[in-house]
């Protein structure tokens, strides 16, 4: 066992032969009673020693979205604000840098308890401290309904991201303890979690908690504005079949499973009424987020620091296949060029075979992910240094699967996983070398720039003038300006307005 004194009290964790864990550290008080729609709050000191052997609950979501084994789901709850440290179990004579990741899922879904998230295999190669954070999901973390506030019951706006901030926080209080060092913290994160490293990078309170980003598959101009999180809200609340009158009664009484599954609901529905938008997600409150992710960064307004920026080159691929929100159809890819004069023909000159289906899949996957992180690429790189980065290796099964180099498939290198028993079977009918090869790219480059803020000198910095792209295949190359006709009539593409 290890034991380490954090600003809150003692956590025990468990030593291993290579790392020490501690699990479900607590970085904030439970968000629970009076404190449901609240800002997070400080934890409140515990005497003794916490136990932090095991996991505790995943944030408030689908059971589904909490599977963290074949036959096992982590536990639910909306005390969920907890985080985890894997660090190298032989003492260090300097503070190691550290890494804190977001995990994904559509900010509905997803657990840091995932064994794949463990972060051990970082920690081992490349000498560092790695932190995994929960944060507030869907109804708790990404609504806002502060329109329903009362002095009473007053509600708070950008849970999940005022909890991303807070996980921070606590890192540059406690690190230090658990051999990290507090002026060295890299965040990444995927998806969602992606778009929260560019929404950290846009946060005024986040100044100062982390010094560079990587964000890999970020849905870049994901966010809403205060007067479509107020339409949203107001769907939700009737739906729970409260009425503006008694809303904060009726938020802070009823059952969270109600709540959640009543904004869930709604979802579905807002995301085919609106194509291309996503309602639970950052709100631009012109307070705590003052401008949308993407468009401080272009603006030059969000923090100026090292980011690693890239995309899959089959993002919509597993959506495709399982789920209907992006718009991988001829039909939803219509809805959402309506709003950007001449995009649709421009469209299906620079995708030959446009509208069929596998074009069409393909088209979306660049929609929602590629255009959004290529504004993000050239706005970036005139302030900071930006280093952009295209995914195209897929195992031989996952080719004749249909899906290629898919959203999330990346997760399995950058972690370390290709020899787990994911990546076995993934690699069953060949490939393992290639992506043995591929895991070495990520995790040599991701390590490289958590220690130094730049990845390995082999990949150049990125600028509008060359646009240069590290492709991550087998074996890697650099490309300038991959695919530019496609990056030129994606050029003024906009999701389209709530209205």
């Known amino acids: 066992m290890a034991e380490i004194s954090t600003a809150d009290g003692v956590v025990r964790g468990r030593r291993g032969r290579h790392v020490v864990r501690w699990r479900s550290i607590p970085y904030a008080a439970a968000p629970v009673g009076e404190l449901r729609f609240r800002a997070p709050q400080p934890v409140q000191p515990w005497q003794g020693v916490r136990d932090a052997t095991e996991f505790g609950f995943a944030a408030m979501q689908h059971r589904s979205g909490a599977r963290i084994g074949p036959r096992t789901i982590q536990p639910t709850a909306e005390d969920c604000l907890t985080l985890n440290v894997v660090a190298p179990a032989e003492p260090s004579s300097a503070p190691r840098p550290v890494m804190v990741f ?78 990290g060092d507090p002026d060295n913290v890299t965040i990444f994160g995927e998806s969602a979690g992606a778009h929260a490293v560019l ?193 195209d290796f897929a195992p031989r099964a996952v080719r004749l699967a249909g899906f290629g180099a898919t959203h999330a498939l990346d997760l399995i290198p950058v972690f370390g996983g290709v020899n787990s028993a994911v990546g076995r079977v993934l690699t069953a009918a060949g490939g393992r070398k290639g992506f043995l090869a591929v895991q070495r790219e990520f995790q040599d480059n991701w390590l490289a720039f958590a220690r130094t803020g730049s990845p390995l000198p082999s990949w150049p910095a990125y600028s509008e003038q060359h646009r240069v792209t590290r492709v991550i295949d087998s074996p890697p190359r650099l490309e300038v300006d991959p695919e530019k006709s496609k990056r030129l009539a994606w050029e003024g593409v906009r999701v389209p307005a709530v209205s």
């Not at 507030?136 to 990404?142: D, K, N």
């Not at 806002?144 to 509600?155: A, Q, V």
């Open 102 to 179: 977001i995990h994904g899922g559509a900010y509905l879904i997803g657990t840091s308890a995932l064994s794949l998230y463990s972060g051990t295999r970082l920690a081992t190669l490349g000498d560092v401290v790695v932190v995994s954070i929960n944060y507030r999901l869907g109804a708790f973390g990404y609504v806002d309904f502060s329109e329903f506030s009362t002095p009473e019951r007053p509600f708070d706006s950008n849970l999940g991201l005022r909890d991303q901030v807070a996980a921070l926080e606590w890192v540059q209080r406690n690190i230090a303890a658990f051999g």
């Open 199 to 391: 929404s950290l990078l846009a946060t005024p309170a986040a100044a100062g908690l982390f010094h560079r980003g990587i964000a890999q598959s970020a849905p870049a101009d994901w966010g809403i504005s205060a007067e479509q999180a107020r339409l949203f809200a107001r769907t939700c609340i009737e739906k729970l079949g409260a009425t503006p009158e008694n809303a904060a009664k009726v938020l802070g009484e009823a059952s969270a499973n109600d709540i959640r599954k009543a904004v869930e609901s709604r979802l579905g529905k807002w995301s085919h009424q609106y194509p291309g938008t996503f309602a639970a997600s950052p709100v631009v409150d012109g307070d705590y987020l003052p401008e949308a992710p993407i468009d401080a960064i272009v603006n030059g307004t969000a923090h100026p620091l090292p980011l690693i920026i890239g995309t899959n080159r089959n993002e919509a691929t597993l959506f495709a296949r399982f789920d209907d929100t992006l718009p991988t159809t001829e039909e939803r890819m219509c809805a959402v060029l309506t709003g950007s004069e001449g995009a649709e023909s421009r469209i299906a000159a620079a995708y030959p075979g446009y509208p069929a289906p596998k074009t069409a899949v393909r088209a979306g996957g660049d929609f929602v992910f590629w255009r959004p992180s290529l504004e993000v690429m050239a706005g970036h790189s005139r302030y900071a240094p930006t280093y952009a980065y295209r995914f």
